[in-house]
Protein backbone atom coordinates (compact mmCIF):
# COMPACT_ATOMS: atom_id res chain seq x y z
CA UNK A 1 0.00 0.00 0.00
CA UNK A 2 1.15 3.68 -0.70
CA UNK A 3 0.62 6.48 1.29
CA UNK A 4 1.71 10.06 0.24
CA UNK A 5 2.62 12.38 3.00
CA UNK A 6 2.54 15.73 2.24
CA UNK A 7 6.18 16.89 2.67
CA UNK A 8 5.00 20.14 2.64
CA UNK A 9 3.09 20.56 5.37
CA UNK A 10 2.90 22.09 9.09
CA UNK A 11 5.15 24.21 10.79
CA UNK A 12 8.44 21.89 10.60
CA UNK A 13 8.74 20.36 6.89
CA UNK A 14 10.09 18.84 5.43
CA UNK A 15 11.89 17.08 8.16
CA UNK A 16 9.28 15.90 10.56
CA UNK A 17 6.93 14.67 7.60
CA UNK A 18 9.93 12.79 6.21
CA UNK A 19 11.00 11.63 9.86
CA UNK A 20 7.46 10.94 10.48
CA UNK A 21 7.68 8.79 6.87
CA UNK A 22 10.80 6.92 7.78
CA UNK A 23 9.71 6.01 11.39
CA UNK A 24 6.07 4.55 9.65
CA UNK A 25 8.18 2.28 7.44
CA UNK A 26 10.24 1.28 10.22
CA UNK A 27 7.01 -0.31 11.79
CA UNK A 28 5.00 -1.63 9.38
CA UNK A 29 7.00 -3.44 6.19
CA UNK A 30 3.76 -3.38 4.62
CA UNK A 31 4.05 0.53 3.21
CA UNK A 32 5.51 2.53 0.49
CA UNK A 33 5.61 5.74 1.28
CA UNK A 34 4.96 8.88 -1.35
CA UNK A 35 6.76 11.99 -0.55
CA UNK A 36 5.00 14.93 -2.16
CA UNK A 37 6.73 18.24 -1.99
CA UNK A 38 10.01 20.64 -2.74
CA UNK A 39 11.98 17.63 -3.72
CA UNK A 40 15.42 19.57 -2.99
CA UNK A 41 15.07 19.95 0.57
CA UNK A 42 13.19 16.11 0.75
CA UNK A 43 16.29 14.81 -0.42
CA UNK A 44 18.38 16.42 1.52
CA UNK A 45 16.68 15.29 4.37
CA UNK A 46 16.59 12.24 2.72
CA UNK A 47 20.00 12.06 2.29
CA UNK A 48 20.69 11.93 5.83
CA UNK A 49 18.56 8.63 6.85
CA UNK A 50 19.10 4.84 5.92
CA UNK A 51 16.26 3.46 4.84
CA UNK A 52 15.13 0.81 1.57
CA UNK A 53 15.08 3.43 -1.64
CA UNK A 54 12.30 1.03 -2.73
CA UNK A 55 10.00 1.87 -0.23
CA UNK A 56 10.20 5.69 -0.68
CA UNK A 57 9.32 8.03 -3.82
CA UNK A 58 9.17 11.59 -3.87
CA UNK A 59 6.71 13.31 -6.20
CA UNK A 60 8.61 17.39 -7.24
CA UNK A 61 5.71 19.83 -6.14
CA UNK A 62 7.73 23.08 -5.79
CA UNK A 63 4.64 25.47 -4.63
CA UNK A 64 4.09 26.04 -1.19
CA UNK A 65 0.45 26.40 0.34
CA UNK A 66 0.88 28.68 3.87
CA UNK A 67 -0.82 27.53 6.50
CA UNK A 68 -2.63 31.07 6.67
CA UNK A 69 -3.25 31.23 3.16
CA UNK A 70 -6.85 31.37 1.65
CA UNK A 71 -7.79 28.28 0.95
CA UNK A 72 -9.78 28.63 -2.29
CA UNK A 73 -8.01 30.12 -3.67
CA UNK A 74 -4.43 28.65 -3.04
CA UNK A 75 -5.56 25.45 -4.12
CA UNK A 76 -6.55 27.24 -7.49
CA UNK A 77 -3.68 28.94 -8.28
CA UNK A 78 -0.75 26.93 -6.75
CA UNK A 79 -1.19 23.52 -8.82
CA UNK A 80 2.15 22.18 -8.34
CA UNK A 81 1.86 22.35 -4.26
CA UNK A 82 2.11 19.14 -2.19
CA UNK A 83 -1.45 19.27 -1.66
CA UNK A 84 -2.93 19.50 -4.91
CA UNK A 85 -0.14 17.60 -6.89
CA UNK A 86 -0.20 15.06 -3.97
CA UNK A 87 -4.26 14.66 -3.96
CA UNK A 88 -3.89 14.37 -7.74
CA UNK A 89 -1.63 11.63 -7.50
CA UNK A 90 -4.17 10.17 -5.46
CA UNK A 91 -7.41 10.39 -7.79
CA UNK A 92 -4.98 8.82 -10.33
CA UNK A 93 -4.20 6.33 -8.48
CA UNK A 94 -0.37 6.84 -7.80
CA UNK A 95 -1.25 6.61 -3.82
CA UNK A 96 -3.92 5.23 -1.67
CA UNK A 97 -4.18 8.29 0.81
CA UNK A 98 -2.87 11.45 1.30
CA UNK A 99 -1.73 12.94 4.79
CA UNK A 100 -0.86 16.23 5.55
CA UNK A 101 -0.23 18.65 8.37
CA UNK A 102 -0.31 21.58 6.28
CA UNK A 103 -3.57 24.09 5.32
CA UNK A 104 -6.61 22.30 6.58
CA UNK A 105 -8.82 24.05 4.12
CA UNK A 106 -6.88 24.07 1.13
CA UNK A 107 -6.61 20.13 1.65
CA UNK A 108 -10.79 20.24 2.26
CA UNK A 109 -11.17 22.35 -0.97
CA UNK A 110 -8.60 19.62 -2.82
CA UNK A 111 -10.13 16.84 -1.55
CA UNK A 112 -13.92 17.94 -2.42
CA UNK A 113 -12.91 19.45 -5.44
CA UNK A 114 -10.09 16.76 -6.78
CA UNK A 115 -11.56 13.48 -5.38
CA UNK A 116 -15.15 13.88 -5.69
CA UNK A 117 -17.62 12.95 -3.11
CA UNK A 118 -18.84 9.40 -2.38
CA UNK A 119 -22.30 8.90 -3.85
CA UNK A 120 -25.10 10.30 -1.82
CA UNK A 121 -23.02 12.61 0.29
CA UNK A 122 -24.45 16.23 0.27
CA UNK A 123 -21.14 17.62 2.07
CA UNK A 124 -17.76 16.03 3.26
CA UNK A 125 -17.00 16.86 6.74
CA UNK A 126 -14.71 17.06 8.98
CA UNK A 127 -14.05 14.58 11.99
CA UNK A 128 -12.18 15.83 14.80
CA UNK A 129 -10.64 13.42 17.11
CA UNK A 130 -11.40 14.41 20.71
CA UNK A 131 -9.69 13.46 24.42
CA UNK A 132 -11.92 11.80 26.80
CA UNK A 133 -11.80 9.86 29.86
CA UNK A 134 -12.32 7.07 27.73
CA UNK A 135 -10.12 8.05 25.05
CA UNK A 136 -10.55 9.49 21.84
CA UNK A 137 -14.18 9.78 20.69
CA UNK A 138 -15.11 11.71 17.69
CA UNK A 139 -17.00 15.36 17.13
CA UNK A 140 -18.25 17.00 13.80
CA UNK A 141 -18.57 18.48 12.20
CA UNK A 142 -14.96 20.16 13.37
CA UNK A 143 -15.50 23.43 11.20
CA UNK A 144 -15.63 22.36 7.36
CA UNK A 145 -19.54 23.14 7.36
CA UNK A 146 -20.40 26.11 9.48
CA UNK A 147 -24.16 25.72 9.06
CA UNK A 148 -26.01 22.01 8.84
CA UNK A 149 -29.18 20.89 7.57
CA UNK A 150 -31.23 18.25 9.37
CA UNK A 151 -30.44 15.66 7.20
CA UNK A 152 -26.36 16.15 7.16
CA UNK A 153 -26.56 15.36 11.25
CA UNK A 154 -28.12 11.90 9.70
CA UNK A 155 -24.83 11.26 6.93
CA UNK A 156 -22.42 12.63 9.46
CA UNK A 157 -23.71 10.28 11.67
CA UNK A 158 -23.43 7.48 9.60
CA UNK A 159 -19.78 7.90 8.31
CA UNK A 160 -18.38 8.76 11.83
CA UNK A 161 -19.94 6.06 13.26
CA UNK A 162 -18.24 4.00 10.82
CA UNK A 163 -14.48 5.66 11.39
CA UNK A 164 -15.20 5.47 14.56
CA UNK A 165 -15.53 1.47 14.54
CA UNK A 166 -13.12 0.31 11.81
CA UNK A 167 -10.53 2.53 12.51
CA UNK A 168 -10.71 3.83 16.02
CA UNK A 169 -12.17 0.05 17.48
CA UNK A 170 -15.06 1.35 19.42
CA UNK A 171 -17.98 -0.92 19.08
CA UNK A 172 -21.51 0.18 18.36
CA UNK A 173 -20.54 4.03 18.51
CA UNK A 174 -22.88 5.43 20.52
CA UNK A 175 -24.09 9.08 18.86
CA UNK A 176 -25.06 12.10 20.38
CA UNK A 177 -26.57 14.78 19.35
CA UNK A 178 -24.87 18.27 20.89
CA UNK A 179 -27.88 20.65 22.54
CA UNK A 180 -28.59 22.53 25.23
CA UNK A 181 -30.44 20.27 26.76
CA UNK A 182 -31.00 16.20 27.19
CA UNK A 183 -35.01 16.29 27.18
CA UNK A 184 -35.85 15.73 22.53
CA UNK A 185 -37.63 19.47 22.54
CA UNK A 186 -34.72 21.11 23.48
CA UNK A 187 -32.63 23.09 21.28
CA UNK A 188 -33.53 25.34 17.91
CA UNK A 189 -36.37 23.95 14.99
CA UNK A 190 -33.36 22.53 13.65
CA UNK A 191 -32.09 20.30 15.92
CA UNK A 192 -35.44 19.20 16.85
CA UNK A 193 -35.72 18.06 13.86
CA UNK A 194 -32.43 16.64 13.31
CA UNK A 195 -33.44 14.86 16.23
CA UNK A 196 -36.16 13.31 14.92
CA UNK A 197 -34.33 12.21 12.07
CA UNK A 198 -31.50 10.61 14.40
CA UNK A 199 -33.89 8.85 15.99
CA UNK A 200 -34.08 5.91 13.08
CA UNK A 201 -30.09 5.25 13.86
CA UNK A 202 -29.78 2.23 15.84
CA UNK A 203 -26.99 3.88 18.31
CA UNK A 204 -28.98 7.35 18.61
CA UNK A 205 -28.60 8.01 22.78
CA UNK A 206 -30.60 11.69 22.26
CA UNK A 207 -29.23 14.71 23.00
CA UNK A 208 -25.70 15.32 24.75
CA UNK A 209 -25.08 18.42 26.67
CA UNK A 210 -21.62 20.42 27.00
CA UNK A 211 -21.15 18.56 30.36
CA UNK A 212 -21.27 15.24 29.04
CA UNK A 213 -18.14 15.69 26.53
CA UNK A 214 -15.01 15.11 28.85
CA UNK A 215 -17.37 12.12 30.00
CA UNK A 216 -18.03 10.55 27.18
CA UNK A 217 -20.96 9.40 27.04
CA UNK A 218 -21.32 9.49 23.50
CA UNK A 219 -18.49 8.19 21.43
CA UNK A 220 -19.67 10.39 18.06
CA UNK A 221 -20.52 13.92 18.79
CA UNK A 222 -22.79 15.72 16.48
CA UNK A 223 -22.84 19.49 16.21
CA UNK A 224 -22.57 22.39 13.58
CA UNK A 225 -19.51 23.31 12.40
CA UNK A 226 -19.55 26.62 14.03
CA UNK A 227 -20.21 25.83 17.42
CA UNK A 228 -17.62 22.34 16.85
CA UNK A 229 -14.67 24.66 16.08
CA UNK A 230 -15.28 26.99 18.76
CA UNK A 231 -15.52 23.61 21.38
CA UNK A 232 -12.32 21.72 20.27
CA UNK A 233 -10.49 25.33 20.13
CA UNK A 234 -11.53 25.93 23.52
CA UNK A 235 -10.74 22.57 24.34
CA UNK A 236 -7.27 22.79 23.31
CA UNK A 237 -6.81 25.53 25.45
CA UNK A 238 -7.22 23.50 28.67
CA UNK A 239 -3.80 21.64 29.37
CA UNK A 240 -1.80 25.06 29.32
CA UNK A 241 -4.57 26.92 30.88
CA UNK A 242 -4.66 24.49 34.10
CA UNK A 243 -0.54 24.87 33.57
CA UNK A 244 -0.74 28.86 34.28
CA UNK A 245 -3.74 28.48 37.00
CA UNK A 246 -0.55 25.90 38.76
CA UNK A 247 2.29 28.54 38.29
CA UNK A 248 0.14 30.96 39.56
CA UNK A 249 -0.33 28.51 42.95
CA UNK A 250 2.71 27.93 43.09
CA UNK A 251 4.12 31.57 43.50
CA UNK A 252 1.35 32.33 46.06
CA UNK A 253 1.85 29.39 48.24
CA UNK A 254 5.63 29.62 47.76
CA UNK A 255 6.21 26.17 46.75
CA UNK A 256 9.53 24.06 46.99
CA UNK A 257 11.00 22.99 43.71
CA UNK A 258 11.02 19.70 44.47
CA UNK A 259 7.20 19.96 44.91
CA UNK A 260 6.50 21.55 41.96
CA UNK A 261 8.72 19.42 39.46
CA UNK A 262 6.57 16.34 40.76
CA UNK A 263 3.58 18.20 40.58
CA UNK A 264 3.76 18.97 37.00
CA UNK A 265 5.19 15.85 36.32
CA UNK A 266 1.78 13.96 37.68
CA UNK A 267 -0.61 16.62 35.73
CA UNK A 268 1.70 16.24 32.84
CA UNK A 269 0.95 12.57 32.79
CA UNK A 270 -2.34 13.26 33.56
CA UNK A 271 -2.74 15.58 30.84
CA UNK A 272 -0.99 13.25 28.31
CA UNK A 273 -4.21 11.96 27.28
CA UNK A 274 -4.77 15.63 25.49
CA UNK A 275 -2.07 14.69 23.84
CA UNK A 276 -3.08 14.68 19.46
CA UNK A 277 0.37 12.89 18.98
CA UNK A 278 -1.45 9.56 19.57
CA UNK A 279 -3.89 10.34 16.85
CA UNK A 280 -1.87 11.89 14.40
CA UNK A 281 -5.18 13.56 12.61
CA UNK A 282 -8.44 13.70 11.44
CA UNK A 283 -10.59 11.97 8.47
CA UNK A 284 -12.48 14.21 5.84
CA UNK A 285 -15.40 11.98 5.51
CA UNK A 286 -17.59 11.43 2.34
CA UNK A 287 -14.56 12.47 -0.24
CA UNK A 288 -13.75 9.75 -2.96
CA UNK A 289 -10.62 9.00 -1.52
CA UNK A 290 -8.82 8.60 2.25
CA UNK A 291 -7.66 12.42 2.83
CA UNK A 292 -6.73 12.92 6.54
CA UNK A 293 -5.49 16.56 8.42
CA UNK A 294 -3.04 17.10 11.29
CA UNK A 295 -2.01 19.63 13.37
CA UNK A 296 0.21 22.17 12.26
CA UNK A 297 2.58 21.22 15.01
CA UNK A 298 2.72 17.59 14.22
CA UNK A 299 5.79 16.01 15.46
CA UNK A 300 7.19 12.58 13.50
CA UNK A 301 4.94 10.63 15.99
CA UNK A 302 1.93 11.94 15.01
CA UNK A 303 2.48 11.67 11.37
CA UNK A 304 3.26 8.26 11.72
CA UNK A 305 -0.02 7.78 13.49
CA UNK A 306 -1.68 9.59 10.73
CA UNK A 307 -0.16 7.03 8.39
CA UNK A 308 -1.44 4.26 10.05
CA UNK A 309 -4.95 5.63 10.20
CA UNK A 310 -4.99 6.74 7.01
CA UNK A 311 -3.90 3.05 5.75
CA UNK A 312 -6.53 1.51 8.35
CA UNK A 313 -9.01 3.73 6.34
CA UNK A 314 -7.29 1.65 3.43
CA UNK A 315 -7.66 -1.67 4.97
CA UNK A 316 -11.44 -1.59 6.29
CA UNK A 317 -12.36 -0.13 3.17
CA UNK A 318 -14.38 2.35 4.99
CA UNK A 319 -15.50 4.03 1.68
CA UNK A 320 -17.47 1.27 0.32
CA UNK A 321 -18.40 0.78 3.90
CA UNK A 322 -19.74 4.44 3.97
CA UNK A 323 -21.45 4.31 0.55
CA UNK A 324 -23.08 0.81 1.65
CA UNK A 325 -24.40 2.97 4.70
CA UNK A 326 -25.89 5.82 2.96
CA UNK A 327 -27.89 3.63 0.16
CA UNK A 328 -29.71 1.80 2.81
CA UNK B 1 -32.40 48.82 49.90
CA UNK B 2 -34.75 46.14 50.11
CA UNK B 3 -33.46 43.10 48.13
CA UNK B 4 -35.94 40.28 47.94
CA UNK B 5 -34.35 36.59 47.54
CA UNK B 6 -35.70 33.54 46.29
CA UNK B 7 -35.85 31.57 49.36
CA UNK B 8 -37.47 28.50 48.04
CA UNK B 9 -34.42 27.96 44.90
CA UNK B 10 -32.05 26.08 44.72
CA UNK B 11 -30.80 22.26 46.10
CA UNK B 12 -30.97 23.91 49.36
CA UNK B 13 -33.90 25.49 50.16
CA UNK B 14 -34.63 27.72 52.76
CA UNK B 15 -31.51 26.58 55.05
CA UNK B 16 -28.78 28.51 52.05
CA UNK B 17 -31.30 30.90 50.38
CA UNK B 18 -32.00 32.22 54.44
CA UNK B 19 -28.44 31.82 55.59
CA UNK B 20 -26.73 33.40 52.68
CA UNK B 21 -29.45 36.57 53.52
CA UNK B 22 -28.31 37.37 57.07
CA UNK B 23 -24.56 36.63 56.23
CA UNK B 24 -25.44 39.75 53.79
CA UNK B 25 -27.13 41.70 56.31
CA UNK B 26 -23.91 40.90 58.81
CA UNK B 27 -21.91 42.25 56.34
CA UNK B 28 -23.81 45.47 54.97
CA UNK B 29 -25.80 47.54 57.29
CA UNK B 30 -27.46 49.59 54.68
CA UNK B 31 -29.52 46.22 53.30
CA UNK B 32 -32.88 44.50 54.33
CA UNK B 33 -33.72 41.80 53.00
CA UNK B 34 -37.29 40.16 51.69
CA UNK B 35 -37.26 36.63 51.95
CA UNK B 36 -39.94 34.91 49.45
CA UNK B 37 -41.17 31.23 49.69
CA UNK B 38 -42.92 29.17 51.44
CA UNK B 39 -43.36 30.82 55.45
CA UNK B 40 -43.42 28.53 57.66
CA UNK B 41 -40.18 26.68 56.82
CA UNK B 42 -38.63 29.95 56.34
CA UNK B 43 -39.62 31.11 59.93
CA UNK B 44 -38.38 27.62 61.26
CA UNK B 45 -35.17 28.75 60.02
CA UNK B 46 -35.08 32.15 61.05
CA UNK B 47 -36.00 31.31 64.14
CA UNK B 48 -32.43 29.54 65.36
CA UNK B 49 -30.61 32.30 64.07
CA UNK B 50 -30.09 35.84 65.51
CA UNK B 51 -30.54 38.74 63.59
CA UNK B 52 -32.36 42.44 63.27
CA UNK B 53 -36.23 41.89 62.83
CA UNK B 54 -36.68 45.43 61.53
CA UNK B 55 -34.27 43.88 58.47
CA UNK B 56 -35.91 40.73 57.47
CA UNK B 57 -39.50 40.03 55.85
CA UNK B 58 -41.03 37.37 55.03
CA UNK B 59 -43.54 37.62 52.16
CA UNK B 60 -45.55 33.55 51.86
CA UNK B 61 -45.32 32.03 48.23
CA UNK B 62 -46.16 28.57 49.32
CA UNK B 63 -45.88 26.99 45.91
CA UNK B 64 -42.59 25.82 44.70
CA UNK B 65 -41.24 26.10 41.24
CA UNK B 66 -38.93 22.38 40.35
CA UNK B 67 -35.22 23.10 38.99
CA UNK B 68 -36.51 20.61 35.87
CA UNK B 69 -39.96 22.17 35.41
CA UNK B 70 -41.34 23.44 32.11
CA UNK B 71 -40.43 27.57 32.70
CA UNK B 72 -43.53 29.12 30.72
CA UNK B 73 -45.93 26.84 32.21
CA UNK B 74 -44.84 26.60 35.70
CA UNK B 75 -45.14 30.66 35.29
CA UNK B 76 -48.62 30.48 34.13
CA UNK B 77 -49.96 28.24 36.60
CA UNK B 78 -48.16 28.85 40.18
CA UNK B 79 -49.01 32.20 40.44
CA UNK B 80 -48.06 31.79 44.33
CA UNK B 81 -44.40 30.73 43.71
CA UNK B 82 -41.47 32.17 45.03
CA UNK B 83 -40.33 33.45 41.43
CA UNK B 84 -43.62 34.76 40.48
CA UNK B 85 -44.50 36.06 44.27
CA UNK B 86 -40.67 37.98 44.32
CA UNK B 87 -40.86 39.26 40.79
CA UNK B 88 -44.25 40.61 41.16
CA UNK B 89 -43.10 42.07 44.25
CA UNK B 90 -40.43 43.89 42.84
CA UNK B 91 -42.54 45.15 40.11
CA UNK B 92 -44.61 46.67 42.86
CA UNK B 93 -41.64 48.78 44.38
CA UNK B 94 -41.32 46.80 47.13
CA UNK B 95 -37.85 45.63 46.75
CA UNK B 96 -35.56 46.53 44.79
CA UNK B 97 -34.19 43.37 42.82
CA UNK B 98 -34.87 39.72 43.34
CA UNK B 99 -32.19 37.18 43.35
CA UNK B 100 -32.70 33.78 42.58
CA UNK B 101 -30.85 30.32 43.09
CA UNK B 102 -33.97 28.60 41.24
CA UNK B 103 -35.21 27.73 37.98
CA UNK B 104 -33.66 29.47 34.92
CA UNK B 105 -35.60 29.62 32.54
CA UNK B 106 -38.66 30.21 35.10
CA UNK B 107 -37.01 33.25 36.44
CA UNK B 108 -36.54 34.26 32.99
CA UNK B 109 -40.22 33.97 31.94
CA UNK B 110 -41.53 35.91 34.73
CA UNK B 111 -38.72 38.74 34.49
CA UNK B 112 -39.66 38.97 30.76
CA UNK B 113 -43.08 38.74 31.36
CA UNK B 114 -43.82 40.61 34.63
CA UNK B 115 -41.21 43.31 34.67
CA UNK B 116 -40.84 43.77 30.78
CA UNK B 117 -38.27 45.12 28.70
CA UNK B 118 -36.13 48.58 29.18
CA UNK B 119 -36.47 50.61 26.82
CA UNK B 120 -35.28 50.03 22.93
CA UNK B 121 -34.40 46.50 23.78
CA UNK B 122 -35.23 43.15 21.72
CA UNK B 123 -34.62 40.52 23.51
CA UNK B 124 -33.35 40.15 27.09
CA UNK B 125 -30.23 38.21 27.42
CA UNK B 126 -28.26 36.04 30.36
CA UNK B 127 -25.04 37.11 30.97
CA UNK B 128 -22.97 34.16 32.10
CA UNK B 129 -19.64 34.90 34.35
CA UNK B 130 -16.86 32.78 33.43
CA UNK B 131 -13.08 32.28 34.91
CA UNK B 132 -10.15 32.97 32.80
CA UNK B 133 -6.65 33.22 33.57
CA UNK B 134 -7.60 37.29 34.45
CA UNK B 135 -10.27 36.53 36.89
CA UNK B 136 -14.14 36.73 35.83
CA UNK B 137 -15.34 37.75 32.77
CA UNK B 138 -18.67 37.68 30.38
CA UNK B 139 -20.12 35.47 28.21
CA UNK B 140 -23.42 35.98 26.53
CA UNK B 141 -25.95 34.83 25.44
CA UNK B 142 -25.70 31.92 28.39
CA UNK B 143 -28.68 30.39 26.71
CA UNK B 144 -31.88 32.75 26.89
CA UNK B 145 -31.57 32.87 22.84
CA UNK B 146 -30.33 30.36 20.88
CA UNK B 147 -30.64 31.99 17.76
CA UNK B 148 -29.18 35.47 17.35
CA UNK B 149 -30.17 38.50 14.89
CA UNK B 150 -27.32 40.50 13.51
CA UNK B 151 -28.32 43.20 15.82
CA UNK B 152 -28.79 41.81 19.13
CA UNK B 153 -25.06 41.23 19.11
CA UNK B 154 -25.12 44.75 18.99
CA UNK B 155 -27.07 45.23 21.95
CA UNK B 156 -25.85 42.51 24.02
CA UNK B 157 -22.48 44.24 23.70
CA UNK B 158 -23.46 47.49 24.95
CA UNK B 159 -25.72 45.78 27.97
CA UNK B 160 -22.63 43.79 28.78
CA UNK B 161 -20.36 45.96 28.70
CA UNK B 162 -22.44 48.32 31.45
CA UNK B 163 -22.83 45.53 33.38
CA UNK B 164 -19.00 44.53 33.26
CA UNK B 165 -17.84 48.49 33.68
CA UNK B 166 -20.14 48.86 36.65
CA UNK B 167 -20.77 45.89 38.75
CA UNK B 168 -17.08 43.92 37.89
CA UNK B 169 -15.22 46.66 38.10
CA UNK B 170 -13.53 45.73 34.61
CA UNK B 171 -12.03 49.35 32.92
CA UNK B 172 -13.36 50.08 29.44
CA UNK B 173 -14.18 46.29 28.51
CA UNK B 174 -12.97 44.93 25.63
CA UNK B 175 -15.71 43.02 23.23
CA UNK B 176 -14.85 40.29 21.10
CA UNK B 177 -17.17 37.98 19.01
CA UNK B 178 -16.78 34.21 19.26
CA UNK B 179 -15.69 33.24 16.05
CA UNK B 180 -13.72 30.23 14.15
CA UNK B 181 -11.23 32.59 12.94
CA UNK B 182 -9.87 35.98 13.74
CA UNK B 183 -10.31 37.28 10.24
CA UNK B 184 -13.09 39.89 9.56
CA UNK B 185 -14.73 37.45 7.14
CA UNK B 186 -14.94 34.05 9.31
CA UNK B 187 -18.02 32.94 10.08
CA UNK B 188 -21.57 32.76 8.68
CA UNK B 189 -23.15 35.30 7.13
CA UNK B 190 -24.72 36.27 10.21
CA UNK B 191 -21.47 36.52 11.69
CA UNK B 192 -19.75 38.96 8.84
CA UNK B 193 -22.79 40.88 9.47
CA UNK B 194 -22.48 41.22 13.24
CA UNK B 195 -19.08 41.43 12.89
CA UNK B 196 -19.75 45.00 10.78
CA UNK B 197 -22.43 46.49 13.08
CA UNK B 198 -20.14 45.32 15.91
CA UNK B 199 -17.36 47.51 14.40
CA UNK B 200 -19.04 50.82 15.06
CA UNK B 201 -18.76 50.39 19.20
CA UNK B 202 -15.28 51.91 20.92
CA UNK B 203 -14.17 48.81 22.61
CA UNK B 204 -14.88 46.00 19.78
CA UNK B 205 -11.89 44.00 19.14
CA UNK B 206 -13.21 41.53 16.76
CA UNK B 207 -13.33 37.98 16.63
CA UNK B 208 -12.06 35.99 18.90
CA UNK B 209 -11.77 32.35 19.16
CA UNK B 210 -12.53 29.16 21.68
CA UNK B 211 -8.44 29.11 22.40
CA UNK B 212 -8.95 32.49 23.43
CA UNK B 213 -11.21 32.42 26.44
CA UNK B 214 -9.83 31.39 28.75
CA UNK B 215 -6.25 33.96 28.46
CA UNK B 216 -9.38 36.88 28.43
CA UNK B 217 -8.30 38.36 25.19
CA UNK B 218 -12.13 39.97 25.72
CA UNK B 219 -13.66 40.90 28.60
CA UNK B 220 -16.96 40.26 26.93
CA UNK B 221 -17.34 37.42 24.93
CA UNK B 222 -20.76 37.48 22.07
CA UNK B 223 -22.20 34.19 20.98
CA UNK B 224 -25.28 33.02 20.39
CA UNK B 225 -27.03 31.01 23.11
CA UNK B 226 -26.64 27.77 21.36
CA UNK B 227 -22.88 27.79 21.38
CA UNK B 228 -22.57 29.65 24.96
CA UNK B 229 -24.26 27.48 26.52
CA UNK B 230 -22.25 24.32 25.06
CA UNK B 231 -19.42 26.43 26.34
CA UNK B 232 -20.38 26.97 29.34
CA UNK B 233 -21.06 23.51 30.22
CA UNK B 234 -18.29 22.28 28.59
CA UNK B 235 -16.47 24.86 30.56
CA UNK B 236 -18.19 23.83 34.13
CA UNK B 237 -17.08 19.88 33.61
CA UNK B 238 -13.55 20.53 33.22
CA UNK B 239 -12.82 21.01 37.02
CA UNK B 240 -14.00 17.08 37.63
CA UNK B 241 -12.27 16.10 34.48
CA UNK B 242 -8.90 17.12 35.80
CA UNK B 243 -9.37 15.19 38.71
CA UNK B 244 -10.66 12.28 37.58
CA UNK B 245 -7.67 11.86 34.81
CA UNK B 246 -5.24 12.68 38.19
CA UNK B 247 -6.72 10.06 40.25
CA UNK B 248 -6.11 7.89 36.97
CA UNK B 249 -2.51 8.82 37.17
CA UNK B 250 -2.30 8.30 40.83
CA UNK B 251 -3.07 4.89 40.42
CA UNK B 252 -1.11 4.05 37.53
CA UNK B 253 1.92 5.68 39.00
CA UNK B 254 1.60 4.01 42.64
CA UNK B 255 1.55 7.53 43.98
CA UNK B 256 1.87 7.68 47.78
CA UNK B 257 -1.25 8.70 50.08
CA UNK B 258 1.24 12.61 51.06
CA UNK B 259 1.74 13.37 47.44
CA UNK B 260 -1.93 13.07 46.60
CA UNK B 261 -3.20 15.12 49.24
CA UNK B 262 -0.34 17.87 48.06
CA UNK B 263 -1.03 17.75 44.59
CA UNK B 264 -4.85 17.57 45.02
CA UNK B 265 -4.57 20.73 47.10
CA UNK B 266 -2.72 22.69 44.99
CA UNK B 267 -4.71 21.66 42.25
CA UNK B 268 -7.69 22.77 44.49
CA UNK B 269 -6.12 26.03 44.96
CA UNK B 270 -5.42 26.09 41.66
CA UNK B 271 -8.81 25.65 40.22
CA UNK B 272 -10.56 27.49 43.02
CA UNK B 273 -11.07 30.49 40.24
CA UNK B 274 -13.61 28.64 38.63
CA UNK B 275 -15.68 28.34 41.80
CA UNK B 276 -18.92 30.45 41.15
CA UNK B 277 -19.09 31.02 44.72
CA UNK B 278 -17.43 33.97 44.22
CA UNK B 279 -19.32 35.39 41.66
CA UNK B 280 -22.89 34.17 43.38
CA UNK B 281 -25.12 34.95 40.40
CA UNK B 282 -25.91 36.03 37.42
CA UNK B 283 -27.99 38.81 35.78
CA UNK B 284 -30.52 38.89 33.19
CA UNK B 285 -30.13 41.90 31.07
CA UNK B 286 -32.68 44.16 29.26
CA UNK B 287 -35.31 43.55 31.41
CA UNK B 288 -36.89 46.43 33.42
CA UNK B 289 -35.98 45.70 37.08
CA UNK B 290 -32.57 44.03 38.73
CA UNK B 291 -33.27 39.88 38.19
CA UNK B 292 -30.28 37.59 39.28
CA UNK B 293 -29.87 33.88 39.03
CA UNK B 294 -27.51 31.57 40.89
CA UNK B 295 -26.56 28.04 39.97
CA UNK B 296 -28.71 25.72 41.86
CA UNK B 297 -26.23 23.96 44.15
CA UNK B 298 -25.42 27.96 45.52
CA UNK B 299 -23.78 27.78 48.55
CA UNK B 300 -24.79 30.66 51.40
CA UNK B 301 -21.89 32.57 50.40
CA UNK B 302 -22.73 31.92 47.03
CA UNK B 303 -26.42 33.81 47.61
CA UNK B 304 -24.61 36.47 49.49
CA UNK B 305 -22.46 37.34 46.87
CA UNK B 306 -25.46 37.65 44.43
CA UNK B 307 -26.70 39.74 46.79
CA UNK B 308 -24.49 41.75 46.92
CA UNK B 309 -24.23 41.98 42.85
CA UNK B 310 -28.16 42.61 42.86
CA UNK B 311 -27.50 45.96 44.96
CA UNK B 312 -25.05 46.93 43.07
CA UNK B 313 -26.81 46.53 40.21
CA UNK B 314 -29.11 49.29 41.79
CA UNK B 315 -26.60 51.64 43.14
CA UNK B 316 -25.00 52.31 40.08
CA UNK B 317 -28.45 52.39 38.17
CA UNK B 318 -26.97 50.15 35.77
CA UNK B 319 -30.62 50.26 34.17
CA UNK B 320 -30.33 53.66 33.06
CA UNK B 321 -27.41 53.14 32.04
CA UNK B 322 -28.20 50.61 29.79
CA UNK B 323 -31.41 52.88 28.30
CA UNK B 324 -28.94 55.61 27.62
CA UNK B 325 -26.66 53.53 26.00
CA UNK B 326 -29.27 52.30 23.71
CA UNK B 327 -30.54 55.62 22.71
CA UNK B 328 -27.08 56.53 21.34
Given at each position: MVIAVDAAGGDHFPEYPVQGALEALGERSDLKILLVGPSGPIEDVLSEASFDKSRISVLDAPEVIGMNESPASAVKSKRHSSIVSGIGAHRNGECEAFVSAGNTGALLAASTLILGRLENVQRPTIAATFPTLRGFRLLLD????LELKPESYVQFARMASIYAEEVMRIDDPKIGLLN????????TELHKTAFNLLASLPHFIGNVEGKDIFSAKADVYLCDGFSGNLILKFGESIPAMIQDLLHGTFGEMKVDEKTRRAVLQLLGRALD????EHVGGVPFLGVNGVSMVGHGSSTPKAIKNMIFNAARCVEMEINRKIVASLKS
Open positions: AGANVGEEPEKGSFNY
